[in-house]
């Protein structure tokens, strides 16, 4: 490997002039920095993490916390984006980020635990289970923390608009004349809870009347639970004119269950999603949804975390709401 007195050799300086003019010191002139910088890509140097961490005392790595209940990990498509957008944004600002778990190889240790050991700066939690006592472990510690989709008093969070979400997907179907909506939910969650308020005002803001036996308690990221759950719900007359899925993946089973019963969608009966997610657009026919922001979410979690770290005294916690958009597919029809 090659350190700066290599480099201090080759050019005939000091080492401390080779680190000044690495490090972009303005005691070093413009024409010396030049010819050890062009030097030093020569001779293919590369600062060293751990001297760096050393004198900055940060190690310029953000720990990562995520879980996903369904199981999906990262084919998981909202998560996968978000978490992309975060990465992307840690790296164009110098930051790498390391997955944490509860378990590193056979050696048991709490995730809070697993984040010392890696010595990240911070750590963004993005997972389902915001109960689990490894989240309260964190969120009670001293690292800089930023969750995703859940609100802690005490720490800044970046969350989809979920509530006006699902109030502006109500409004669209009922601008179209359905006024029989029922409403397959998702887990309890504060997601779910968020998507449930917005499904409730949207209602009552429409002038339509919520039915409890069109309200069922599904599970996120689950085509399964939902094909039984709208096979269940077809059993029974009448018939609601439109059904509101956990998500778009779980309206797969949706689709299928609909089709089983000889239903035409939206002929029949109409389908609306939730997330946005590309495969929503290759269903048949194309699934009309709410389309999260998943760049803007994971990007605005790392520049809010990276700021926790950077500037500890002037960043503010907060709660970052990232807005979406309702996607139009062809699985809503009007109703005259």
Known sequence: MVSLKDISQRCGVSIATVSKALNDHKDVSPQTKERLLKVAKEMGYFPNSQARALKTNRTFNLGVMFSDEAGRG??????????????????????DITFISKNLGSRKMSTYEHCRYRNVDGIGIICTDFSDPDVYELINGELPVVTIDHVFECRSAVVSNNETGMEQLVEYVTKLGHKKLAFIQGKRSAVMEKRMNGFFKGCRNCGVEVKPEWLLTGEYQSPQLTYELTKKMLAEKPLPTCIFMPDD????????????????????????????????????????????????????????????????????????????????????TRIV
Not at 75 to 93: D, I, P, R
Not at 285 to 313: F, H, M, V
């Open 74 to 95: 990262l084919t998981h498509e909202f998560f996968a984006k978000v978490l992309n957008s975060f990465k992307t944004e840690a790296e164009l600002s110098g930051y």
């Open 249 to 332: 993946y779980s309206a797969i089973g949706g689709y299928n269950a609909i089709k089983d019963a000889g239903l035409r969608i939206p002929d029949d009966i109409s389908v609306v999603g939730y997330d946005g997610i590309a495969y929503a657009d290759f269903l048949s026919p194309r699934l009309t949804s709410y389309r999260q922001d998943t760049a803007g979410i994971g990007a605005a979690a790392a520049k809010k975390l990276i700021a926790q770290i950077e500037n500890p005294a002037t960043t503010l916690t907060e709660i970052l709401t990232i807005d979406g958009a309702v996607s139009e597919g062809e699985s809503v």
